[in-house]
């Protein structure tokens, strides 16, 4: 039977109807999924940038510390090296790429932390991001990452017309300073020695030294040499050097017994030679009272002494040529003087004071000039002085002209800054007394003589060691940390979340 034509239409409707369902449906569906897809894409893309501008960052960092190792900041394109505590932070931007823009930007200053300055690094990374500022469609997520793309999280300022993922770390920084004394002399060209002997002791152990000296009783045997370039002229004289002896190139030698003389045992070994010769360096003569080794090795860094600079300190005395007193600060805030001279006639004395009784103190003395003191006593450094001078001209001084009556070599440093290129420059110690400090001065011609009993480590251009001057390496001294601080050690790193 066939059906009325009314209720055909109705059917076809219906059906025109549910199919028109079933799309708005599937276009809801679709639409949903495309937005879902949509935002998931930007997330991802966003959450990549995201990555990028923490990378950036932590490469900020990065530089920084590179940087702070090598002291390089003006060569590496910083305005200047970070100022003293409390002054503004150096800063600097790098690009880290140009196609979609990744930069950092990296605040260096420091920071006192338990009286040691300590370096203290921001480093903002951003990445711009290509797209909307929409940080995400998931509100808790981007307030518990404080992600913005409109906003530098930093300073809350407009990233302007771009959005921009940026992200901080902060770190902190403590600085390493290693001692440049590793052995008892250190040259970069010629050693020549008549008389005298070489030994070491260790002022910081009771069975190496009495109440912190040198004792001859209880001697040790790591007084080493290095000489970088021999020049084929280097003659230790026959003097007796308790430890090893290397130089640039050469044949090497190989003492295993030890001498009879002052107190030794009797030898039990030979001497052997070997290795190829360089004509370019020859090894050095005089040397058959080495207790260690006599051998070719590569040269030993040395390190140019290089002038302060300081931008503060005391505006008096402007020289010091007459008795005075200088007071000294604390390990965080050294008490710093710069004076054209120190020139101490007969019965005039310079005292390096404490900042308050008991308390370790701190003094730098810069002198741009020469630096001399030839009267016994003229310079007297009270128990826990810690005094570093840094000279410029020439230095000329008697053995017992220091009282350092910490009785510590690492109290009493000297260092003689690189004079300018043709320049020539000496260092003097005489006398008959006990000189205890250490000299670094890889520009200068040294020279100690008469019977001085040299207590500390030295560092020279060229040595003359004569007249029965002794060298005793205080093996506290490669321990100290009395050097510039030429490495750092990361003491907390943290992604600043402001």
């Known amino acids: 039977m066939n059906r009325p034509p009314i209720i055909c239409a109705r059917q076809s409707g219906s059906a025109v109807l549910a199919a028109l369902g079933i799309l708005a449906v599937t276009l809801v569906m679709v639409s949903v999924a495309l937005t879902q897809a949509r935002h998931r894409f930007q997330t991802s893309h966003y959450s990549s940038r995201w990555s990028q501008a923490e990378q950036a960052a932590e490469a900020g960092a990065e530089l920084a510390l590179m940087t702070a190792q090598r002291s390089s900041w003006t060569a590496d394109g910083w305005p200047s090296a970070p100022g003293e505590v409390g002054a503004p932070a150096v800063e600097q931007t790098f690009t880290l790429s140009t196609d979609l823009p990744v930069s950092v930007t990296v605040a260096v200053d420091q920071v006192a932390i338990n009286s040691v300055i300590w370096l203290r690094i921001r480093s903002r990374g951003k990445a711009d991001v290509s797209g909307g500022a929409v940080a995400g469609i998931d509100p808790q997520d981007v307030r518990l990452r404080k992600l913005s793309l409109r906003y530098d999280r930093a300073d809350g300022t407009s990233v302007g017309a771009s959005p921009r993922t940026t992200r901080t770390v902060a770190i902190l920084a403590e600085p390493v300073a290693k001692s440049p004394y590793k052995m ?56 007796y050097v308790y430890g090893d002896v290397t130089y640039a190139g050469g044949t090497t030698f190989s003492r295993m017994s030890v001498s009879t003389a002052e107190g030794f045992s009797s030898p039990t070994g030979t001497l052997s030679e070997g290795g190829a010769s360089d004509p370019s360096s020859t090894a050095p003569t005089g040397t058959a009272n080495v207790q260690g080794t006599v051998s070719s090795a590569s040269p030993t860094p040395v390190v140019p002494v290089l002038a302060p600079t300081w931008t503060a300190f005391n505006a008096t005395p402007t020289a010091i040529c007459n008795s005075m007193s200088l007071t000294g600060g604390t390990k965080s805030a050294p008490a710093r003087y710069k004076v054209s001279s120190v020139s101490l006639p007969v019965g005039k004395r310079l005292t390096m004071c404490s900042h308050a009784t008991g308390a370790e103190s701190y003094i730098e003395v810069w002198v741009t000039g020469n630096f001399t003191a030839t009267d016994i006593g003229s310079i007297q450094h009270e128990p826990g002085v810690h005094v570093i001078y840094h000279v410029e001209g020439d230095v000329t001084v008697n053995a017992s002209s220091f009282a350092n009556q910490s009785n510590t070599a690492a109290n009493n440093v000297i260092n003689v ?60 001294l490669g321990r100290a940390g009395i050097g510039p601080a030429d490495r750092y050690r990361v003491g907390s790193w943290v992604e600043a979340v402001r």
């Open 184 to 239: 008892a002399l250190l040259m970069n060209q010629k050693l020549v020695m008549s008389g005298g002997s070489v030994d070491s002791f260790d002022s910081s152990d009771p069975t190496k030294s009495t109440t912190g000296l040198y004792d001859i009783a209880k001697r040790q045997t790591n007084g080493d040499v290095a000489i970088n370039d021999t020049q084929g002229v280097s003659d230790l004289g026959g003097a």
């Open 417 to 476: 800054i690189n004079p300018a290129e043709g320049v020539s420059q000496t260092v003097n110690v005489s006398g008959s007394g006990a000189f205890i400090g250490a000299i670094n001065a890889p520009g200068a011609a040294v020279t100690v003589s008469d019977s001085t009993s040299f207590s500390g480590g030295l560092i020279g251009k060229t040595m003359n060691i004569c007249n029965g001057a002794s060298i005793h390496y205080d093996e506290a």
